[in-house]
């Protein structure tokens, strides 16, 4: 079994900036890729970064530039440093570990941008 915790979601004003950490646990050997997607309200979950194990990543075209993914030293903790956030950034944060085999999904954690 592999647990995610997140934590870092909150309400921001626009324009400001928020830490996303999402750190994994348990039965893990090696990890493929850690992400973040978000599910707004009304809409389908969307990818919004992720990072392989050799550091390459890929992130949605209305986060290039203002957000950020990284790996922790630990390798098992990701973070998104999201910058110069919009109201349409707010959404629930999933965290996303994908082993080889089954992929695991954190909690969410809430992210609202007042404008």
């Known amino acids: 079994q592999v647990q995610l915790v997140e934590s870092g979601g909150g309400l921001v004003q626009a324009g400001g900036s928020l830490r996303l950490s999402c750190a994994a646990s348990?039965?893990?050997?090696?990890?493929?890729?850690m992400g973040w997607y978000r599910r707004a309200p009304g809409k389908q979950r969307e990818l919004v970064a992720r990072?392989?194990?050799?550091?390459?990543?890929n992130y949605a075209d209305s986060v290039k530039g203002r957000f950020t993914i990284s790996r922790g030293n630990a390798k098992n903790t990701v973070y998104l440093q999201m910058n110069s956030l919009k109201p349409e950034d707010t959404a629930v944060y999933y965290c996303?570990?994908?082993?080889?085999?089954?992929?695991?999904w954190g909690q969410g954690t809430q992210v609202t941008v007042s404008s």
């Open positions: 348990g039965s893990i050997f090696a990890i493929n890729t």
């Open positions: 990072i392989t194990s050799g550091g390459s990543t």
């Open positions: 996303n570990v994908a082993l080889p085999g089954p992929d695991y």
